[in-house]
T-cell receptor
């Protein structure tokens, strides 16, 4: 399977704390994306980082990419209860726009 | 922004029957759409690529005769689960790529819950 691995599988933190999720993948990529999924809902695109970028910010989100280690991390700062969701990394599958998703991290932010 | 709509949001069907799920791009044309399947608390697995005007491309291990995909127009792809069985119960999500006007972003639908009883 080419599916990426994410850790931790589940994370529970207090509101206001930071949450860090890690993603490892297996093949060379030209970009990596992070998505959020509320329980039983569709996916919301959070951020895309290209292979020539090492770090990218969007609001309270910070994504890093280390292509030498084939890994990426997503940091959510000053978490809120509304951040409770599952977070997935996704890498291109072959050519085109097919995606391979990581195993996901279920984040619970306690108010 | 671009929106992808799925219908129905949830459906219950009896074993042996067929059920159709629609995926529509609401404000952009999508020559390619993708169908994913997700079991509870698991990740998304790509099932097939839906191509407008041509046959779908299925991923390894996905039965094309069981999961019929029709991309009849630039804004509509349908997934029909034929002769459904309880093990087909799952969350089905489609995605579509917006055009250059939408920044070539991939948008996902809200998903469709299928329960086969």
């Amino acid at each position: 399977s080419q599916q990426g691995e994410e850790d931790p599988q589940a994370l529970s933190i207090q509101e206001g704390e930071n949450a860090t999720m890690n993603c490892s993948y297996k093949t060379s990529i030209n970009n990596l994306q992070w998505y959020r999924q509320n329980s039983g809902r569709g996916l919301v695109h959070l951020i895309l980082i290209r292979s020539n970028e090492r770090e990218k910010h969007s609001g309270r989100l910070r994504v890093t990419l280390d292509t030498s280690k084939k890994s990426s991390s997503l940091l959510i700062t000053a978490s809120r209860a509304a951040d409770t969701a599952s977070y997935f990394c996704a890498t291109p599958k072959g050519s085109g726009d097919k995606l391979t998703f990581g195993t996901g991290t279920r984040l619970a932010v306690r108010p | 922004g671009a929106v992808v709509s799925q219908h129905p949001s949830w459906v219950i069907c009896k074993s042996g029957t067929s059920v159709k799920i629609e995926c529509r791009s609401l404000d952009f044309q999508a020559t390619t759409m993708f169908w994913y399947r997700q079991f509870p608390k698991q990740s998304l697995m790509l099932m097939a690529t839906s191509n407008e005007g041509s046959k779908a491309t299925y991923e390894q291990g996905v039965e094309k005769d069981k999961f019929l995909i029709n991309h009849a127009s630039l804004t509509l792809s349908t997934l029909t689960v034929t002769s459904a069985h309880p093990e087909d119960s799952s969350f089905y999500i489609c995605s579509a790529k917006g055009g250059t006007y939408s920044g070539n972003t991939i948008y996902f639908g809200e998903g469709s819950w299928l329960t086969v009883v």
